[in-house]
């Protein structure tokens, strides 16, 4: 929901703000989508864009220089209805394929998909245990999935977002 596109056309919250700054500044904004958040950070790397407009804080970030946070959420585990959470040692994680995961079990019991949509549609449908995300997302999604076999347990750690620079930009 902080980025996607509706009929080829950019939309979420991120584009919103965006908006804002376009027309508050009257800079005209070219937008691409990525796959994901490796993909467009390769894409700043490489000189392709100049921006990345929804961001979370890298945990290797020397290299990018970041926005003030424009949206905090906590962030939870949506799992499975029955999952036992006292231990997840062999319980499968669903993660989203180049994202920075806030789950840090062994690699070896994740699961990978494309979005975070399929990673909590995955757990209802009993495929995956559980996945990390935050709860805007988590929320979203599982009122648009309409899953009934998804619960969240909230966690103590939040995501922010930010707009990403390289370190060298003149923001």
Request: glycine share 4%.
């Amino acid at each position: 929901p902080f980025s996607y596109e509706v009929q080829g056309q950019p939309a979420g919250l991120a584009f919103d703000l965006c908006d804002i700054i376009r027309e508050n500044t009257g800079l005209a904004l070219e937008y691409y989508g990525y796959e994901n958040t490796q993909t467009a950070v390769e894409a700043l790397k490489n000189g392709e864009i100049d921006m990345i407009a929804s961001m979370v804080k890298l945990a290797d970030d020397d290299e990018f220089k970041y926005s003030k946070d424009y949206f905090s959420a906590m962030n939870i585990m949506a799992k499975r209805t029955a999952l036992d959470v006292t231990d997840l040692d062999d319980k499968k994680a669903a993660v989203v394929k180049g994202e920075q995961n806030l789950y840090e079990g062994d690699t070896a019991n994740q699961v990978v998909y494309d979005t975070i949509s399929d990673c909590i549609e995955s757990v209802q449908r009993e495929k995956t245990d559980y996945t990390v995300t935050n709860y805007y997302s988590a929320n979203y999604y599982i009122r648009e999935n309409e899953c009934d076999r998804v619960d969240l347990i909230p966690s103590s750690n939040s995501s922010t977002l930010h707009m990403g620079f390289l370190d060298s930009a003149d923001a």
